[in-house]
């Protein structure tokens, strides 16, 4: 069974397997990039990474409209259900911490970075994602600086890396390269670029440069671009 993965510009990715949608940081509404509005997508789960306002996005909206279940850090579960999802229908986690879905596992891993809400809410600490489903692992950085314990979560092979390359609020494409070299992926996607002129980036260079100094393959889509797993 294959897995489709969509990129919808920023860190905004679904995950589909044959039953599941499965939805990242969903920045669809005010994003410059993001090829559809919230109002057009759907979700079983919503993944939210940390507080700020490009990733927690239209989070509400999408869980109210679809029911989804949304998994997040224990702070921002809290303020989910402060501004109106349903209780039943948020799952918190925390770093380190995973749990089993009938789709299958999400761990929450460390993020160097900040999380603070849209409000000014305190937004806990950020994370990343690492899903095991189908027989694959996929790693989501989300935003974070490069840190060596990569390594570990690397160990146990990885099918996808999805890395920022962005720049100025996350790494950068140099030091993606050292995240790649530490993950060990076999392929390896970049986000969090070109969405604003702070963080516009040569994604066609940078994949070049992976060619050279990884073994893994890159994967650079055009917002709204699909590829399988
Ligand atoms: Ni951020
Ligand atoms: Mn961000």
Redesign the pocket.
């Known amino acids: 069974m294959s897995i489709e993965i969509k990129w919808f510009g920023h860190n905004a990715w679904t995950i589909q397997t044959s039953d599941t949608t499965i939805l990242l940081d969903p920045f669809f509404d005010d994003s410059p990039t993001a090829p559809v509005k919230s109002d057009a997508v759907s979700a079983d789960y919503i993944l939210v990474s940390?507080g700020?306002f490009?990733?927690v996005g239209d989070t509400a909206k999408i869980a109210t409209r679809n029911s989804s279940k949304v998994l997040t850090n224990f702070e921002i579960a809290e303020w989910f259900k402060k501004v109106g999802v349903a209780d039943e229908m948020v799952i918190p986690l925390n770093l380190g911490g995973s749990i089993g879905l009938p789709f299958g596992t999400v761990k929450m891993t460390i993020a160097h970075?900040?999380?603070v809400l849209p409000d000014g809410t305190y937004g806990g600490n950020?994370g990343g994602f690492l899903l095991e489903l189908e027989g694959k692992r996929i790693y989501f950085a989300c935003?974070t600086a490069l840190f060596l314990d990569m390594k570990l979560i690397g160990v146990a092979g990885l099918d996808l890396a999805v890395l920022p390359i962005g720049d100025q609020?996350?790494m950068g494409p140099a030091d993606s390269l050292e995240a790649i070299k530490l993950l060990n992926p076999k392929r390896v996607a970049p986000c969090h670029y070109n969405t604003w002129p702070p963080i516009e980036q040569n994604a066609e260079e940078w994949a070049g440069l992976v060619r050279i100094h990884s073994g893994a393959d890159p994967i650079v889509l055009e917002p709204g671009g699909v590829f399988t797993l």
Do not use: K, Q
């Open positions: 940390h700020h490009d990733h970075h900040s999380s950020p935003d609020f996350t």
